[in-house]
């Protein structure tokens, strides 16, 4: 029975990223049936209980040494790991992880890494020093496979593939709970819009705006719903919004997991957001979207599925984000037909990640 540990920002309650685990865990459970999985994680008992793995926590450096040591393959991913927009000891813990397989002589395979910004010496040179030693790269994004070229990572395959939650099959996911959800916050009647926002360094302007375009909605007969993807950090910043409005706003604040958010997001007319995998919940049911990215990676997404780019949150304004709506509205139903259809060709692309690790296993006759 092949073991894998798998290292990523998981535990942490951001229902984007308990999203990803969940995918690829689908995905590498389908593709190698028998395999021993332990995650390393903030909250190893939720993790345990929530997708039925081993877990143990993920700065106990003692318990995750002994784990790689009896491991037969690191996996580092998904997401955003290797980046320094929000300081550098992103880096330097998941190149630590890796480091450490690889002391212990242990394969490692980047699972569809989203890689960048890197803009320190440090970072770059880790990324550098550690990468070019590991067995495997698939990147979500052909962004992040130019990003690992300029930081001078040339040895291992590199392949573009997408972010793991774009391998879900929406078919498969139930939205009467999302309905259940909504219609218990009042939600009848009307089209809804969720809008989904996190804190940005200290900023407040980008709340006005969202607030203002969210009351224009609302005199059209829409309802807006405020969605916190990562509790509790997004909430008070949700919040926020919902008290600049004039017009009823909703808070989703009574929601259980990641599964709860998706099957809302199968329930919105318009979804807008600052978090990429707010984005990516809506157009896996071909919700039309409009991105306010804080980082590189929401317009690679947006990219990806045909859409045009976002509006920065550090120059949002009323007026563009206003225009912005009524081009989007006034061309829905293309827009979510378009959407579907990219979305459809790169699930394909997500699933290639765990064929990948399939493919790495066979090479190494585990």
């Known amino acids: 029975m092949p073991k894998v540990v798998i290292s990523g920002y998981y535990g942490f309650y951001n229902s984007g990223d308990e999203a990803m685990l969940y995918a690829m865990l689908q995905a590498l459970r389908k593709t190698v049936p028998d395999l021993d999985i332990t995650v390393l994680s903030k909250d190893p008992v939720f993790t345990a209980r929530e997708f039925g793995v081993h877990s143990i926590s993920r ?16 996996v580092s991913g998904g ?6 927009a929000t300081g ?19 394969p490692v395979f980047f699972y569809a890494q989203g890689i960048g910004p890197v803009r320190t010496r440090l970072g770059r040179f880790l990324i550098r020093l550690v990468a070019n030693r590991v067995d495997m790269v698939t990147v979500r994004d052909p962004d992040s496979r130019d990003e690992l070229v300029s930081l001078g990572v040339k040895r291992p395959p590199v392949y573009v593939t997408a ?22 916050l009042g939600l009848k009647g009307g089209p809804v819009a969720g809008i989904s926002v996190r804190p940005w360094k200290g900023l407040n302007g980008y709340k006005r705006v969202l607030a203002r375009v969210a009351d224009d909605l609302v005199a059209k007969g829409w309802r807006v719903l405020l969605v916190p993807m990562h509790r509790p950090v997004d909430a008070d910043s949700c919040r926020e919004v919902a008290d600049l409005m004039r ?40 919700v039309p979207l409009i991105g306010i990215p804080y980082d590189p990676k929401v ?68």
């Not at 700065?59 to 790689?68: C, D, P």
């Open 299 to 366: 317009n690679r997404f947006l990219q990806s599925v045909g859409q045009p780019p976002g509006l920065h949150v550090e120059t949002l304004s009323y007026e563009e984000l206003s225009l912005r709506i009524e081009e989007v509205l006034a061309d829905r139903a293309a827009i979510s037909a378009g959407l579907s259809e990219k979305v459809g060709r790169l699930r394909e692309e997500a699933l290639k990640n765990a064929v990948q690790v399939g493919e790495l296993f066979r090479k190494l006759n585990v």
């Open 88 to 106: 550098s000891k992103s880096i330097v813990y998941y190149l630590g992880v890796v480091a450490m397989a690889r002391f212990l002589g242990k």
């Open 247 to 286: 017009e009823k706003a909703y808070l989703l604040n009574n929601y259980t997991g990641f599964m709860d958010l998706l099957s809302v997001a199968a329930n919105l007319d318009l979804a807008i957001g600052m978090r990429l995998h707010f984005l990516i919940f809506g157009a896996l049911f071909g």
């Open 79 to 84: 997401g955003g790991l290797l980046q320094d």
């Open 163 to 184: 972010d793991p939650v774009l391998g879900l099959d929406p078919a498969l996911l139930d939205p009467s709970k999302g309905r259940e959800i909504l219609a218990s």
């Open 59 to 74: 700065f106990n450096i003692r318990q995750v040494y002994q784990e790689l040591r009896k491991a037969d393959l690191l």
